[in-house]
């Protein structure tokens, strides 16, 4: 029922999935900032990267497991490390208090 899994390959898939989504949660974040250039160059270096796991899981299915946990490493790891939070962030939002409430 199961193929032979190359660790080797095993590694790659998982390390070229991790790559993609840190990547792509580069790539959103280019999008959202609206810097063009950078979205495109990002998103051109998605496509190369996940095609790498593609290539690799299609001849056994096994390999998707391996690409599941590259794929949640990348983009918890480039959300810890790249993107952290303010170092002063605004304080807790209020509702909105209505006239006779004031």
Not at 63 to 76: H, L, N, P, Q, V
């Amino acid at each position: 029922m199961f193929q032979e899994i190359d660790p080797l390959l095993a590694a790659g898939v998982t390390l070229a999935t991790a790559a993609t989504d840190a990547v792509y949660v580069l790539f959103t974040s280019a999008v959202i900032a609206r810097k063009r250039i950078w979205a495109a160059n990002w998103s051109s270096l998605w496509y190369i990267l996940s095609s790498f796991a593609v290539i690799s899981y299609t001849d056994n299915w096994a390999y998707i497991i391996f690409a599941a946990i590259g794929s949640w490493a990348g983009a918890f790891l480039t959300l810890t490390f790249l993107h952290k939070p303010p170092a002063n962030p605004s304080g807790p939002l209020s509702p909105a208090l209505g006239r006779s409430e004031q």
